[in-house]
């Protein structure tokens, strides 16, 4: 079977089949690397196949790790006024 490489705006390579991305069944999660079912991926319509690039396991952890770090950037800012 054949599949492309493919990657998000965020920089995240992940693997669909060369025929059609969004009648796919199955979906690569490059942090779990592995396929996974496509229910396991929010939907995204930014992205070529519908779906976001991680599954929703590891978006929930990027978009955590995501606030953290907005969270201590905005303490630094007000440390600095
Ligand atoms: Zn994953």
Same mark, same amino acid.
């Given at each position: +079977?054949?599949? $492309?490489? $493919?990657?998000?705006?965020?920089? &995240?390579?992940? $693997?669909?089949? %060369?025929?059609? %991305? !969004?009648? +796919?069944? !199955?979906? *690569? ?5 592995? *396929? +996974?079912? +496509?229910? &396991? *991926? ?8 519908? @779906?976001?690039? @991680?599954?929703?396991?590891?978006? %929930?952890?990027?978009? &955590?790790?995501? !606030?953290?770090?907005? !969270?201590?950037? $905005?303490? %630094? ?5």
């Amino acid at each position: +079977m054949k599949y $492309l490489t $493919l990657s998000d705006k965020d920089g &995240n390579e992940y $693997l669909v089949k %060369a025929t059609s %991305a !969004r009648s +796919m069944t !199955r979906k *690569f999660c490059p942090k779990c690397e592995k *396929f +996974m079912l +496509m229910s &396991n *991926f929010y939907k995204n319509s930014n992205h070529i196949d519908g @779906r976001q690039g @991680r599954c929703k396991k590891c978006s %929930a952890k990027y978009q &955590n790790a995501g !606030r953290e770090r907005l !969270r201590d950037e $905005l303490a %630094a800012m007000r440390g600095q006024k």
